[in-house]
Nanobody
Framework: QVQLVESGGGLVQPGGSLRLSCVVS????????MGWYRRAPGKQRVLVAA???????SYADSVRGRFTISRDNAKNMVYLQMNSLKPEDTAVYYC????????WGQGTQVTVSS
């Protein structure tokens, strides 16, 4: 069974930065494309960043130029560096494969507020 554990969220002021981490277990991580998703209050969960097994990245328009996704296959980790955060980035952030598996982790809350 795949397990996904996200961490690194918190409260940050507009313009600040956070680095999210996700550890993946129970699968051959290096073979999967991975993504970071978020669900803002009252909205559906959406994909914001993705990285292929080879390291190619893609981003939603709303975060391009501010967020950077990366992975460490040796550690079964995927990261999301978030800079220039805005209040509209407030959400619960999840990692999962792309396309996502049925099982999701708990997510990590990111709140951007002054």
């Amino acid at each position: 069974q795949v397990q996904l554990v996200e961490s690194g969220g918190g409260l940050v002021q507009p313009g600040g930065s956070l680095r999210l981490s996700c550890v993946v277990s129970g699968t051959i991580f290096s073979g999967y494309a991975m993504g970071w998703y978020r669900r803002a209050p009252g909205k559906q969960r959406v994909l914001v960043a993705a990285i292929t097994s080879a390291g190619s990245t893609s981003y939603a328009d709303s975060v391009r130029g501010r967020f950077t996704i990366s992975r460490d296959n040796a550690k079964n980790m995927v990261y999301l560096q978030m800079n220039s955060l805005k209040p509209e980035d407030t959400a619960v952030y999840y990692c999962n494969s792309r396309p996502p598996l049925d099982d999701w982790g708990q997510g990590t809350q990111v709140t951007v507020s002054s």
